[in-house]
């Protein structure tokens, strides 16, 4: 018989399966590496490897402790970092200074640690990068203890009265010898409870759990540590406790000495024949949760029964009412049976101890509680020995039951112990929760949700249960577990599933079956009990919008990196589970196809996700254009449906979400103006635009850079090598042209303006910005002529570059100033790179000639030179201009040789091609010759010719001309025929100006365009001074060009008081040539008060040299020196000349440089410039040097225009026509001075026109004749001509009374009809050209007239009707005599040119007003009313005192010219009535 086993102990193998599957801890490692190796943990920052953290242990006071930082370049490409020092006193490295790594190098950056107190220090040293910056920590710790240990320890389920064990590491990983000692609560033990860890190290503590009660346990123990355990650290320790419990079955049928309802702990085997085996089995059940134990005691399988029965017998002697031997026992006896079900056995144990010396009979009277059944009912105990007692009853309802059990020991009634026991039947109640609804919140069709719902078991059994889903909903609804069995009082979660197939409403019903587990004496098919479920839940479908329809990034950085949040909306009722598309469409300049293959420049931190319902979710973009162009990125998304029935339509149909833009652009920096100061202060900005090649240098800079410009994205030291190597495919000239030698250095302006939409940061690196400082050993001592040419070049400093980087926003401009110093003669040259951050380099070849002081030197910008396109057939090609600068100190004469011209116009048919209209001329120091060329092609093709430029006493040129010429009827609206200037070699800025500038011009550069010949164009310029406190005198220079005979500017000279401004009227005078006019006008400017000084120190220079001339003293030494006197009077004759001819009124004499006195020689001058500079201060000092003028500062203005032929400029400016004045009468002053000119010339001609008319022949001069005859005959029979004439004539004409003469009024009469009256107009005074017969015939005619039409002749006076006729007639011959005499006026250029004039200087004074503030032109015009139409009526515009009214503007405006008002300079005219 197998009641109850004892306890045992479980093995270490259960005891570690345990601690396998429950996972009480995190394992914790111990450290891999020790504390030292842990801090030289490095990172990579952009391909610089450098450890983390600097760390400093055992430090004292009062002394320096230096670490090393090392840096490496684990890249393949050079590094260039910068870094800034520790922000606190107590951390020193070396002054900041530049990093440049090439790849594989590393750098040691010492850093000291100076410790002031006994405390801890930390700081930081930051690097910065191009792509970011990154810091380096740097501490000092103190010695200190430090334990690390698991912070929580969860051990397997024990039973009580048992035990389990786990453990965990406990590592030293502070800097001190540490001791610990744990304190621990019960019922948990640690082992070592104390101990002794050296740094680095660690201990293995175990943890014993042995419970006493069932719990859950949830202790804290205490770590105490330190050098007297004053520091302290918890652990959590958790485990759960329950009691062990196993049942005993035997399965089978009952004996028949065995009652229904006993304890079935009987084996029967039955009656069994000898020498037979008979077998039964045993089942063995243990209900609890937590592993159970047990051993069976075996005693003899095999029974064999005896022939006999051994009765045990009890009894005692002692007498009635006799007293027993007192028993002394324990008895431990529980108080409630175990809770079961309805009709079914319930069991517990009674122990009676003995102990006493006596043995002790027992007896349960079980009559007096017949529900309970005892075994054994009676027996004794033994002293010292035990009995348990087995109770078992059945309960048969719910209700509580009493159960008193009487127990007789030593067969005496006084004896009697009663042992009260309770018992009660538990019933199946399960408890949902919700009442037995579950709710599911909207789920997307196609996606499932999953919601944990609990049940509670509410007795004190375990019971099974099942759950039941309808078929029809089992794809709807599904439930995990399913089936399984809850513990007293257990509640359990259960994860159900709700997957919609549709979008509807669902309401479904699930059922779930709890019974009780079989039990000794139960059925064998138990009771359920059934509860029903509701599961009401919604199929839905949703959208997902974005915040924004389109995010747009504006201009991104090419290569760089720009991020944005996209904000996802779910307005619907369900979470909705996506995944994002995105498409990059790329637009702009490039080819389409090549496009499609680049990788998508926009990246999202995540592509799939969930957004519950009236939610949002965010996903960061992050995008890195890779060209210079247009980026759209189209969003679109799918709803991701796992669950879909159909396995085809997992996911949805891709739905537009929205749109990312971007532009990608590269940095981008332009030259907008530049001027010129110091040697090269004579050139104009246009041809320094030509000599810096500036419009080549801006139409690079707006390409996108190649990839090998990209191959260092910022200035950088790259190079070993003294000439650095080149990236770039683009090299321009950035000429500074020529000056003598020790002159002022040419010093250029440039106006840098960042056009782009991005900062830019640009810099000019010379070859010593770019290459790697070397020790001195390691550098190559063998160097090629170029490169020391540019070494001497570097060292001596003659190019500078002043700021040599910067950075611009965008539009923001400025001004970097590149000189070239003229110290040794010859031609300096320097490769400079400009370098723009992040995009283009060019180099630039710096360029600058140094001349002897007496050496004739023109500069050759270029070898070639092409002219501007012209149309074929023109009958009148425009001149061309070809510059000539001269930058030496002296003047030169040029000659150009015309052989090869000559054999080109053989070779086309005679046809001057090219024409140099001035071969000869000569050029002034600091100046430009215009040479006048005319290109005339006669076929479309490109005509060249080599021209040798002869340079007297200097270096000659062979120059190559080129020319175009093309077919404007084959080429159509493409050609350029309009064109004047580019827009790009134009500036338009007016603010850049030279150091010491106080005046400027309002604009630099006046473009007049396409004008007509023989026009009249003027333009209105500003002077002003902006000092505030000295007047500035001006004086313009037009030139010796000879487009300038046709160019005037008033005034040409005169003063600007301090903050004031004037005007200057500019006119040109277009000649009867086509031409190209590039005029460079030069305004030389003084201040007034320094000019007057010079011109008084002058004056008494100049009398004491005449004083000095006059006066003088002979010696006896003087007698015989004759010689030295002659050539004294020849020095003294040079210097009068000289200074006559200093003598001119204009300013241009005060402001130029006046020879010495008398001439220093100098025979034999030093080697060295500084001793001869010497030498002439201390011959200087001895003389009275000439004053020296002022320093003047040149301001130029550019002018230029291109005139055609009336013919050329009607068909293809017809419209711009009325714009233009035309000067009638310049036509005849011109065509004379040609006429003189060619007079002049021996009668060649060198009119392109005449030129051309020689070369025809007699058939087409022919062809000519008979065109014009046809054109003129067909005209004289056109009679619409005829009406367009006639209505010409009777125009009205304004003004005409004034110009009334006796002459015109005399012709009136002769065209007057044969009937009108002669006293319409006044007798003309007679006319000395008129003839005496003529005037006799005309006097005669009025006189018959007057008698006929007037009877005061015969003496009588005339009637009224007849006087009213007459004076009818009168006034109709006074309108005709009006209308002829407007007609004849309006055909005189005078009236014309008169009208011009009235307008030009009405224009002018209005502007002039509006620049004093006098008139606001932008203010808004108010009408005043005129009277009204009846009061008007009255009013006659002839009658005297009564002026017409007229409309007028109120407020500020434009007003005629006064007396007041009139300007200096121009004539004005008043008109009167």
Not at 452 to 458: A, E, G, Q, R, V
Not at 592 to 597: F, K, N, R, Y
Not at 1052 to 1081: K, R, W
Request: with cysteine; net charge negative; aromatic share 8%.
């Amino acid at each position: 018989m197998l009641a109850q086993m004892p306890r045992g102990l479980p093995s270490a193998n259960s005891v570690r399966s345990s601690i396998r599957q429950e996972k009480p801890m995190s394992p914790l490692k111990p450290p891999e590496r020790s504390a030292r190796k842990a801090k030289e943990k490095k990172g990579t920052f952009w391909g610089t490897e450098v450890a983390e953290v600097l760390h400093w242990h055992g430090w004292e006071l009062g002394k320096e402790f230096t670490k090393h930082l090392s840096l490496k370049n684990v890249h393949v490409k050079t590094q260039k970092l910068s870094y800034r020092p520790p922000a606190t006193r107590f951390f020193i490295t070396v002054f900041p200074q530049p990093i440049v790594l090439s790849p594989g190098m590393s750098l040691t950056l010492p850093i000291i640690f100076r410790p002031l107190e006994k405390k801890e220090y930390e700081d930081s040293i930051c690097f910065e990068k191009p792509e970011g910056e990154f810091s380096v920590a740097l501490r000092a710790t103190l010695p200190r203890h430090k334990l690390l240990f698991p912070d929580t320890i969860q051990l397997p389920l024990c039973a009580v009265h048992d035990f389990t064990e786990a453990s965990f590491p406990l590592c030293n990983v502070g800097d001190l010898i540490t001791l610990f000692n744990w304190e621990t609560p019960s019922p948990f033990h640690l082992t070592p409870v104390s101990g002794m860890l050296e740094p680095g190290s660690e201990c293995v503590v175990k943890v014993t759990f042995q419970p006493q009660m069932a719990l859950v346990y949830d202790a804290v123990a205490v770590c105490w540590f330190g050098d007297n355990e004053e520091q302290k650290r918890t652990i959590k320790l958790r485990a759960i406790a329950k009691y062990p419990r196993l049942l005993v079955r035997v399965p089978g049928e009952l004996c028949e000495d065995v009652e229904p309802g006993d304890f079935r702990d009987v084996l029967c085997f039955g009656s069994v024949a000898v020498g037979t085996t008979v077998e039964r089995q045993v089942e063995i059940c243990n209900p609890s949760v937590v592993l159970r134990h047990y051993s069976n005691i075996e005693e003899d399988s095999t029974m064999c029964p005896s022939w006999c029965l051994t009765i045990r017998l009890r009894g005692h002697t002692f007498e009635a009412d006799r007293q027993h031997f007192i028993p002394h026992y324990v008895l431990d006896s529980p108080k409630v049976f175990p809770a079961v079900g309805p009709n079914t056995n319930t069991y517990r144990s009674v122990l009676l101890w003995n102990v006493g010396t006596s043995p002790i009979t027992f007896c349960m009277n079980q009559d007096t509680c017949p529900s309970v059944l005892v075994k054994p009912c009676s027996g004794y105990v033994a002293p010292g020995a035990h009995q348990i007692f087995l109770l078992s009853t059945q309960p048969a309802d719910m209700a509580t039951h009493q159960h008193i059990l009487s127990l007789q020991l030593n067969s005496y009634p006084k004896y009697t112990q009663e042992i009260p026991l309770r018992s009660s039947g538990e019933s199946l109640l399960l408890l949902l929760e919700g009442d037995g609804n579950l709710y599911f919140k909207p789920t997307c069709v196609g996606t499932s949700t999953t919601r944990t719902y609990t049940i509670k078991n509410c007795t004190r059994l375990p019971m099974h249960f099942k759950w039941k889903i309808q078929e029809s909903d089992s794809k709807v609804l599904s439930v995990k577990p399913a089936t399984g069995v809850i513990q007293p009082n257990e509640a359990l979660a259960q994860a159900w599933t709700f997957t919609p197939g549709e979008e509807t409403k669902y309401l479904l019903r699930s059922w779930v079956s709890v019974w009780r587990a079989q039990g000794s004496s139960a059925p064998e098919f138990p009771k359920s009990t059934r509860y029903t479920l509701r599961v009401i839940g919604e199929g839905a479908l949703g959208t997902i919008m974005a915040q924004e329809e389109q995010l747009d990034l504006g201009n991104v950085l090419v290569g760089g990196l720009q991020s944005c949040d996209l904000v996802l909306l779910n307005n619907g009722t369900c979470s909705l589970n996506y995944i994002l598309h995105v498409e990059q469409i790329i637009t702009g300049p490039c080819d389409p196809e090549e496009v499609l293959s680049d990788p998508l420049a926009l990246e999202l931190d995540h592509y799939k996700g969930m957004i519950p319902a009236r939610s949002k979710a965010v996903v960061q973009a992050t995008v890195s254009p890779a060209r210079q162009l247009h980026y759209t990125w189209a969003m679109s998304y799918t709803i991701s449906t796992p669950k879909a029935r159909d396995p085809a339509n997992t996911v949805g149909k891709q739905q537009a979400l929205c749109c990312v833009v971007a532009t990608g652009v590269y940095p981008s920096v332009c030259v907008t103006d530049v001027c010129a100061a110091g040697s090269a202060r004579g050139i104009s900005k246009l041809h320094l635009w030509r000599l810096f090649a500036l419009e080549t240098l801006n139409q690079y800079l707006e390409r996108d850079p190649t990839s090998a410009e990209l191959t260092y994205r910022v200035p950088t030291r790259h190079s070993v090598c003294p000439v650095p190597p080149v990236h770039t495919p683009v090299l321009l000239d950035f000429n500074f042209g020529a000056a003598p030698i020790e002159a002022e250095p040419s010093v250029v302006i440039l106006m840098l303006e960042n056009n782009g939409v991005v900062p830019v940061e640009w810099a000019f690196l010379f070859p010593s910005d770019q290459k790697i400082d070397v020790e001195h050993w390691a550098e190559n001592t063998e160097f090629n002529p170029s490169e020391l040419h540019q070494m001497r070049v570097q060292d001596n400093q003659l190019f500078s570059v002043s700021p040599k980087s910067g950075r611009l926003f965008p539009g923001q401009e400025q001004t970097v100033q590149l000189s070239h110093r003229h110290d040794f003669i010859g031609t300096d040259r320097l490769p400079v790179l400009l370098k723009v951050s992040h995009g283009r380099e060019i180099l630039l070849n710096f360029i600058g000639v140094t001349v002897e002081r007496e050496q004739r030197y023109v500069h050759f910008t270029s070898t070639k030179h092409l002219f501007t396109p012209i149309a074929i057939g023109s009958s009148s090609p425009p001149k061309q201009i070809y510059e000539l600068y001269n930058g030496g100190s002296m003047a030169v004469a040029y000659e150009i040789q015309l052989d090869s011209m000559m054999k080109i116009q053989e070779e086309n048919f005679q046809h001057p091609v090219f024409v140099c209209l001035n071969p000869r001329g000569e050029i002034l120091p600091g100046t430009t010759s215009h040479i006048e060329w005319v290109f005339s092609p006669l076929e479309a093709r490109t005509y060249s010719v080599d021209v040798p430029i002869h340079i007297l006493e200097g270096d000659s040129a062979l120059i190559t001309f080129q020319g175009i010429g093309y077919d404007p009827h084959v080429m159509g609206e493409t050609a350029q025929f309009d064109q004047v200037l580019s827009p790009s070699v134009t500036p338009g800025s007016s603010k850049l100006t030279v150091p010491g500038q106080t005046a400027f011009l309002s604009q630099h550069r006046i473009c007049l365009g396409n004008i007509p010949v023989y026009s009249k164009s003027s333009r209105l310029v500003f002077l002003n001074n902006a000092s505030e406190s000295e007047a500035v005198v001006f004086a313009w220079h037009v030139g010796t060009s000879n487009a300038s005979e046709m160019l005037q500017i008033v005034p040409e000279m005169g003063v600007v008081q301090p903050g004031e401004s004037t005007h200057c009227i500019l006119t040109l005078q277009a000649s009867g040539n086509a031409c190209f006019y590039n005029v460079d006008l030069v305004c030389e400017v003084v201040m007034q008060q320094p000019l007057a000084k010079y011109e008084e120190a002058l004056q008494e220079w100049e009398a004491e040299k005449q004083r000095q001339t006059v006066e003088f003293t002979i010696t006896e030494q003087d007698l015989g020196a004759e010689s030295n006197l002659k050539q004294r009077a020849r020095s003294s004759s040079d210097s009068s000349a000289e200074g006559k001819l200093a003598k001119s009124p204009a300013v241009t004499r005060q402001c130029r440089t006046l020879p010495p006195i008398k001439n220093l020689l100098a025979p034999n001058p030093p080697v060295s410039r500084s001793q001869r500079r010497h030498l002439i201060d201390h011959e200087a000092s001895r003389l009275w040097a000439r004053p020296e003028p002022p320093k003047s500062h040149l301001l130029h203005l550019g002018v230029t225009a291109r005139s055609h032929s009336m013919d050329d400029f009607l068909s293809n400016f017809c419209s711009e026509r009325p714009t233009f004045f035309l000067c009638r009468h310049l036509q005849e002053t011109v065509g004379d001075k040609a006429v003189d000119r060619r007079k002049d010339g021996g009668g060649v001609s060198t009119d392109p026109v005449l030129l051309a008319l020689v070369g025809s022949s007699e058939q087409e001069m022919q062809v000519v004749t008979d065109l014009l005859t046809a054109v003129i005959r067909g005209l004289l029979e056109d009679t619409q001509f005829h009406q367009a004439v006639s209505r010409s004539l009777t125009e009205p004409m304004p003004y005409f009374h004034q110009f009334w003469t006796a002459e015109s009024a005399k012709h009136q009469g002769r065209t007057r009809s044969p009937g009108g009256s002669s006293r319409a107009s006044p007798s003309p005074a007679p006319c000395a050209k008129d003839e005496p017969g003529e005037e006799e015939e005309e006097r005669q005619e009025e006189c018959e007239m007057s008698l006929v039409t007037s009877p005061r002749a015969a003496g009588e006076e005339p009637p009224d009707s007849l006087r009213d006729v007459l004076h009818q007639e009168q006034l109709r011959e006074e309108k005709e005599t009006i209308t002829s005499l407007h007609f004849g006026l309006s055909r005189l250029p005078a009236f014309g040119n008169l009208l011009e004039l009235v307008l030009e200087n009405t224009l002018q004074n209005i502007m002039v007003e509006a620049s004093r503030g006098e008139v606001v032109l932008t203010a808004r015009p108010r009408v005043i009313a005129l009277p009204p139409s009846s009061a008007q009526r009255g009013i006659s515009p002839a009658t005297p005192g009564h002026p017409a009214s007229l409309l007028c503007t109120a407020g500020p405006g434009p007003s005629l010219p006064t007396e007041g008002k009139e300007a200096e300079g121009y004539p004005q005219i008043v008109l009167s009535t």
